[in-house]
DNA sequence: CCTTTCAGTGAACATCTGTACACCGACAAC
DNA sequence: GTTGTCGGTGTACAGATGTTCACTGAAAGG
């Protein structure tokens, strides 16, 4: 026999390992469609589990989003980190920016594709966690963007307008990537965004807030 | 009997009926979830006819929804039609465009929603059909631009890139509207785009296209 | 060592799914 | 007025669905 490096593995570690394989087979099978036409017996089979035992780790393929939800946001949230180290770095803001975007999105395209689908086609739970999550990561953005230069005269309002709208484009920005697996056309969008962010950019330096 | 100006039909006009009350049950059952998530029998259900008499109108529920498709972008092309329609009147371009926004999506809220949920989550022709007529559409807002004052030196690729951001946030606007049914979040959704809108005009009013 | 815990099993259920088929009856065409 | 067309009906079937229940056997705890 050859040792394959089977560890004895307590029970807990065996219990967590079957919810990732959950999840895993989860987002593999959701890639197109979405939750709420996925069956949790398709779940189980594709994990290689009797559909019963799915009670184990989760009561409804509903809990099992809002939990591929808070993991799914831990990827975002990565990103994030990212954005801002390159910032911080020499890197242009704007390249800096959408380098992150494009690395995250190609290593985590299951989790990006699942908030691009769930958020407007989950079960409504599911809906309003991810909602909620952006609006966190809105205001997340907004204080680094009161950081930076330009910024010292505007209110509040203004700067959780500009994150919202970073947003915006970074969503839309990953969905088109991951709808195409097409190299040059993901260069096309990637050119596409960079100069939408530049004609922002230039509105952003001239504005002033209204008192 | 009461006359209740019962119409004698002719047969197609009867054909007519029911394929326009199967869109309609369609578009009001997955009004949650998606296209995926629909059964035949329940749309058949939702008519008042018997499952097998939905294939005389339809050969499953995807081709339904390109029909769907087609019809929704209606919808959107008649938006596009008033947006023009303000920019030539005296109103405030950003002003009169997001009123139009509104205005549609309120009208049309089954249409909208449609377009915004399988556009990512559909059957994949659904959303290849659907990815296709944005293009349309970002090409024809394209044109427009091209005859507003200052983008005379602009390239047509930047033109086109424009066009896309401003679909984008249009659609991003129509997005959250619709998940929303609190009239003064509507109001700060609202204005929300209205600022968005006027950094990136200051960004617009000062592009000069690279040769 | 003995007992408890508990992830996973397997059979059973009522219900829903898409689709095939033969059929009906009112309108249309001749 | 006869015939054909064609929306819509009703039955039928094999398969998938969520959930129940009693079970097993190995790890955990005493």
Known sequence: ????????????????????????ATLELSTDSSLTALSLRQVAKQVGIVPTAFYRHFDSIESLGLALVEESFDSLRDLFRDVRRNAQADKDIVDGSIDALVDHVHRRRDHFGFIARERVAGPRSVREAIRHEIELCERELATD???????????????????????????ATAEQILSTTRPEQEAQIVATV??????????????RSEA
């Open 194 to 207: 960079r100069t939408q962010l530049r004609m922002l950019l230039i509105g952003v330096y001239q504005w």
């Open 1 to 24: 026999m050859i040792e394959t490096g089977a560890e004895p593995e307590s029970r807990a570690e065996r219990k967590l390992r079957t919810r990732r394989a959950i999840l895993d």
């Open 145 to 171: 963007l009161a950081l930076m230069s330009g910024t010292d005269t505007w209110t509040a309002k203004d700067l959780h307008v500009l994150s919202s709208l970073f947003v915006t484009v970074l969503v």
